[in-house]
């Protein structure tokens, strides 16, 4: 079935260490995006990518790296340098364009100890 | 810059009756409207949207919204709500053209009640 895997669900740290969330899509999108959701927060937007070997930050990009070597794959590092890394991640796709939407991952969480 | 409002973070309401989540969004252009449903340690599912044409859309599971330029409004309803629609909903905003994704309201969480 087509969609979008991240890995890991559940993820523990220790502070000060980098950290990386894998995304793949098998949805031919052309567009990924990585939000942070936080209790009360919503979701906010880390980094997007367009297209491969392109991507922008988001509002919230400080403390976070990614790639794009692959159209369906977008990795996200979260590296020692994120100040509060708690948090449930999640990743996206669309088709692109104007007016598509985001299909999402199912997730995820990240506890820093 | 767009946003988006949602006014009411918590919604508690008694199962079979009618419930309405407030969305409200600001934006001088054209937009597009999403509303999305999150289960506990889930990702986002679409449940519907706004692009253009009729003012009033709806779902698969009995829920509509109504897009309302002048009020700039986008508000979720269902007539009867059922226990499984307990979950937390997100209203979405995409501008015209914009290429950065949708931007989200803070959510609003469902809870029904037995």
């Known amino acids: 079935d087509g969609g979008i895997t991240q890995s890991p669900k559940y993820l523990f740290r220790k502070e000060g260490q980098n950290v990386t969330l894998s995304c793949e899509q098998n949805?031919?999108?052309?567009?990924m995006y990585w939000y942070r959701q936080d209790p009360g927060q919503g979701l906010r937007l880390i980094y997007y990518?367009?297209?491969?070997?392109?991507?922008q930050k988001g509002d919230i990009a400080e403390g976070y790296s990614v790639s794009r070597e692959k159209k369906e794959s977008f990795p996200l590092t979260v590296t020692s340098a994120q100040k509060n890394p708690t948090a449930f991640y999640l990743c996206?796709?669309?088709?692109?364009?104007?007016?598509?939407?985001?299909?999402f991952g199912e997730g995820s969480r990240l506890t820093v100890l | 810059a767009q946003s988006v409002t949602q006014l009411d973070s918590q919604v508690p309401v008694f199962e079979e009756a009618p419930v309405e989540l407030r969305c409200n969004y600001s934006?001088?252009?054209?937009?597009?409207l999403f509303w999305y449903v999150q289960y506990p340690n889930q990702g986002l599912q679409l449940l519907l949207k706004?692009?253009?044409?009729?003012?009033l859309v709806e779902s698969i599971n009995g829920f509509e919204a109504e897009f309302n330029k002048s009020q700039t409004s986008f508000h979720l309803r269902k007539p009867s709500v059922h226990i499984s629609d307990t979950a937390e909903y997100f209203c979405?905003?995409?501008?015209?053209?914009?290429?950065?994704?949708?931007?989200f309201g803070k959510g609003t969480h469902l809870i029904i009640q037995p």
């Open positions: 706004y692009l253009s044409g009729s003012t």
């Open positions: 949805l031919n999108h052309d567009a």
């Open positions: 934006s001088s252009v054209s937009v597009y």
């Open positions: 979405a905003v995409r501008l015209g053209g914009g290429a950065d994704g949708l931007t």
């Open positions: 996206a796709s669309s088709i692109g364009g104007r007016t598509g939407e985001l299909f």
């Open positions: 990518s367009q297209i491969v070997n392109d991507f």
